[in-house]
């Protein structure tokens, strides 16, 4: 964002955090240290300028996150007006898992994996059963009754050789997510935003390990913070949070009925 946004408002609560940070007897690049957060968000939240945010969700997160270091009880300031929560970055759908080679990637690692477990398993049981139709015919001698029990004997084990291919595939978990479920999954810190029917309807900051899931139906629009950083599927499918981010590494994606 490149114009100001700034009010007496934030520049008066901006104020408060300043002065609740010099009684604590700390700088702004200590405070950055201790509480990780980027030293210019301190400035920008410290000075009620909020420019430096690339959304409101992005400010009220960390607005949240140094009044919680502070021990402070302030409000956000009213400062966003709806057509300051449009960001710069080029929207994008979901993208469809034809259209993707992580599915394909996929695909192929299972394949191969039920494939070799086949091998090995028919190997298995090919030499097990020659190895028992061996010591069968190291038999010289029988009687009518042997014979018809010795035949009885490989026809059980002709039968062994013929293993039924469900009995080689390994169990696979299905996925039994809700209907219209949003799953999120975070390696490092990452800010999120949900909009529903352009309404911002949920806002949150999560750090590395944590998870999230909410049930909307579409429409609705994401707006997610150091992509690289999340992992997440709608409705079983995979979402793909890199493409299209811009440098600052912030995504914006649009599901819809498409």
Same mark, same amino acid.
């Given at each position: ?15 408060? /955090? ?6 604590? =007897? ?17 400035? =920008?939240?410290?000075? =009620? ?19 919680? /270091? ?71 001698? +029988? ?41 999120? +999954? ?19 900051? +999560? ?17 997610? =913070? ?14 793909? /949070? ?17």
């Amino acid at each position: 964002m490149s114009e100001d946004i700034k009010s007496a408002s934030s520049a008066k609560i901006g104020k408060i /955090f300043s002065d609740s940070r010099s009684e604590l =007897g700390l700088t702004s690049q200590q405070v950055a240290e201790k509480a990780v957060m980027n030293i210019k968000y301190i400035e =920008g939240i410290e000075s =009620g300028d909020y420019s430096i945010f690339p959304s409101e969700g992005f400010a009220r997160a960390y607005f949240i996150k140094y009044q919680k /270091f502070l021990s402070l009880d302030c409000s956000f300031p009213p400062i966003y007006e709806p057509e300051n929560r449009q960001t710069e970055i080029v929207e994008k759908s979901i993208a469809q898992l034809n259209k993707s080679l992580l599915p394909l990637i996929t695909g192929i690692v299972i394949i191969t994996s039920l494939l070799i477990l086949i091998i090995i398993f028919n190997k298995f049981y090919y030499y097990s059963a020659v190895d028992r139709l061996d010591t069968l015919k190291v038999i010289d001698s +029988f009687s009518l009754d042997d014979a018809s029990a010795i035949e009885a004997s490989i026809l059980n084990l002709k039968k062994e050789l013929i293993i039924p291919l469900e009995k080689l595939e390994p169990e696979i978990e299905i996925n039994s997510k809700k209907e219209n479920e949003l799953s999120l +999954f975070f390696s490092d810190e990452c800010w999120v935003e949900v909009y529903s029917n352009n309404e911002l309807i949920e806002y949150q900051l +999560f750090q590395a390990g944590d998870t999230f899931s909410l049930l909307v139906e579409v429409p609705f629009r994401l707006v997610i =913070g150091n992509a690289e950083s999340i992992t997440g599927s709608y409705n079983g499918n995979f979402i793909d /949070f890199i493409t299209n981010a811009n440098r600052l590494r912030v995504n914006t994606i649009i599901f819809n009925d498409e």
